[in-house]
């Protein structure tokens, strides 16, 4: 028996990187998908992958009549709404405090919160008419420790974070679930225009890329020294949209290789041997 027979689900920011692995595994599965996002061509590519189990819809999560118009369509077709992957991103580069763009705080707050709040409220329409359902909203690791992503950003995804808190308190009582998972750093393109690279797009086709770069500087942030990928992250959302996880809710779920645990215990070895080498020479008569 598949995870997740006979479930529709919509995943938006679907064409690409977390959102395509999510909707592909999600099918295996065994559920039919909606793939909502802003990139036409990659959409409908992936959605003819799909087969019969798979629609594209153009969406743009921060106009709330496309968000409506998303949930309209999956249930048109599909005839009921059983999960939310609220999944849509957009990048932010890292700048200090004093060289912040506020017009672009309103434009990553109006995808990762904004968009997150349109898709909470339109499937919770269908969802509490059906008695059941999930939400599970992508967060980030940046939303829950600081100093790894941009400000914007990692503000952003700490509200959506906690909107997901807000929302299962409320919709519990429907049987709707709404959980979060929090991503860690992934080898997606996603990564490499974070950083602002003007090849960001190539990463994004050759993921192996950003997989690479990651493994160079891991040891020094992540205990279990593997690049997370894409397949990691969509599990994890499987698993919270399926009924093995039915008493599970208002929870972030984090999948980031251990790095919000702490530094690994190899990487402060030398900041260690460091304290004690100058503690023993400022010791008297050292």
């Known amino acids: 028996m598949t995870m997740l027979a006979g479930k529709v689900a919509v995943v938006t920011g679907a064409a690409s990187g977390i959102g395509a692995r999510t909707a592909e595994i999600f099918v295996r599965e065994g559920a039919r998908v909606l793939i909502a996002d802003l990139r036409r061509d990659r959409g409908e590519r992936l959605a003819r992958t799909l087969g019969e189990s798979g629609s ?6 921060t106009v709330e009549a496309d968000v409506e118009r998303m949930i309209a369509h999956a249930v ?8 939310l992957v609220n999944n849509a991103g957009k990048s932010d580069a890292y700048t200090n405090i004093l060289e912040l763009n506020l017009e672009q705080l309103d434009a990553i707050i109006a995808v990762h919160l904004r968009g997150v709040l349109a898709g909470l409220k339109h499937a919770a329409r269908v969802m509490i008419a059906q008695g059941s359902g999930s939400i ?15 400000h914007c950003y990692s503000a952003a995804k700490a509200a959506a974070i906690h909107i997901t808190r807000c929302a299962a308190a409320e919709l519990g009582e429907k049987g709707i679930r709404v959980n979060s998972v929090s991503p860690g750093v992934t080898a997606t393109g996603a990564i490499a225009k974070d950083l602002g690279m003007a090849r960001a797009d190539e990463v994004d086709e050759h993921p192996e890329y950003a997989e690479a770069a990651i493994r160079a500087i891991l ?6 020294v593997r690049v997370i990928q894409t397949d990691d992250i969509a599990q994890a959302v499987v698993f919270l949209a399926s009924d093995a996880s039915r008493m599970i809710t208002g929870h972030n779920l984090v999948v980031d290789g251990g790095s919000s645990a702490g530094w690994p215990i190899a990487a402060g070895r030398s900041d260690s041997e460091l304290f004690l080498r100058t503690l023993r020479e400022a010791l008297p008569g050292a």
Do not use: H, K, M, W
């Open 219 to 224: 040891p020094r942030y992540q205990p279990l």
């Open 76 to 83: 048109e077709r599909f005839g009921r709404l059983d999960c």
């Open 136 to 150: 599970i909203n992508i967060g980030s690791v940046a939303g829950i420790r600081a100093g790894g992503g941009a």
């Open 56 to 61: 594209f819809i153009r969406t743009d999560v």
